[in-house]
């Protein structure tokens, strides 16, 4: 089963600080390219636990003693590694988004560039797919996806055509969505505009940024004090929740100040953001957009 090359691979298995008898979790394992690298630090006694929610991602398994794979979504991060026997850990990583292979697999849904039904299911076992958004979302949900998630201007209008369209039939396919929204697609920026389409519709499929906000709050439980985090986000409104709770420990305002004008905050970042080289993007397209965060839990 292809999958590429595992992003900022270097850079983010580093930011870790990885110590050989540690715990460590991989949240996003896809491919397993973080994964492996991170036991390569790790010694006999370190353990490294991966979480992923598609079923794919399974038959990419690692078969080492100091592996074990979670197949769920790392919003429920506590609760699986209590179930496991772990109360702590010494460093999280995660490179969120869509693993390559989804883009890469037609039926899937996530690609612009095949034709294939709406579905765009991370979970497979879940019922809530493209398709439900498209063909039963009410225009002004529809309108509030594809401008809080695509943050598409002419969203009010692409939300009207598409409840218009579906009363004569109902959007099964992407080819159809495309065809629908035509109008909205002129030639000069018809795969930027298709792809802020395709994000909106996933991101609510998926939960992504609900999910993101949970498993963050977690990371501040279970990570032990000077644990790191280290997170590749790929586009602004998964960056924003990440630089706002690393800086703030929040998502939205500023953080209390005690009676002195301090602040408490759970984290501190490392370093400045990274970016992928030119280099790196002409080998993985799928780079150009990755910016990584690293944090150390105070």
């Known amino acids: 089963m292809e999958y590429h090359n595992p992003v900022l691979l270097k850079e983010t298995v580093s930011g870790l600080n990885i110590k050989p008898d540690g715990v460590y979790v991989d949240v996003t394992f896809g491919g397993g390219g973080h994964s492996r690298e991170i036991l390569k630090h790790l010694g ?17 398994a690692i078969d080492d003693p100091r592996f074990l794979m979670v197949n ?5 991060l506590k609760q699986f590694l209590r179930f496991h026997g772990y109360r702590t850990v010494d460093g999280i990583l995660g490179d969120f988004g869509v693993s390559s292979h989804q ?8 690609s612009t560039r095949f034709e294939a039904d709406l ?6 076992d879940s019922n809530f797919s493209a398709y439900t958004v498209v063909n039963k979302f009410e225009e002004t949900q529809l309108r509030n996806v594809l401008s809080n998630y695509g943050e598409l201007r002419n969203a009010a209008g692409m939300a009207r055509v598409i409840v218009e369209a579906r009363q004569d039939q109902k959007i099964k396919t992407s080819e159809q969505l495309k065809t629908v929204l035509r109008r909205f697609l002129p030639a000069h920026k018809e795969n930027k505009i298709l792809a802020q389409i395709y994000q909106a519709i996933r991101i609510e499929v998926n939960q992504e940024l609900e999910a993101l906000k ?4 977690q990371t501040n439980e279970v990570l032990k004090p000077g644990g790191r985090l280290s997170l590749i986000s790929y586009h602004s409104l998964e960056d924003r929740l990440v630089k706002r709770y690393i800086r703030n420990g929040l998502f939205e305002g500023e953080p209390e100040k005690d009676v002195f004008g301090r602040v408490e905050v759970p984290f501190k970042a490392v370093g400045k953001f990274v970016i992928p080289t030119k280099e790196e993007i002409k080998l993985n397209n799928r780079a150009r957009s990755a910016k990584l965060r690293i944090a150390e839990k105070l």
């Open 103 to 110: 883009f890469d697999v037609a039926e899937r849904g996530f």
């Open 214 to 217: 949970e498993f963050l709050l």
């Open 72 to 76: 769920q979504n790392f919003r429920f």
């Open 44 to 60: 006999s006694n370190g353990k490294l636990i991966a979480f992923d929610q598609d079923k794919d991602a399974l038959k990419n």
């Open 119 to 124: 579905d765009m299911r991370m979970n497979r």
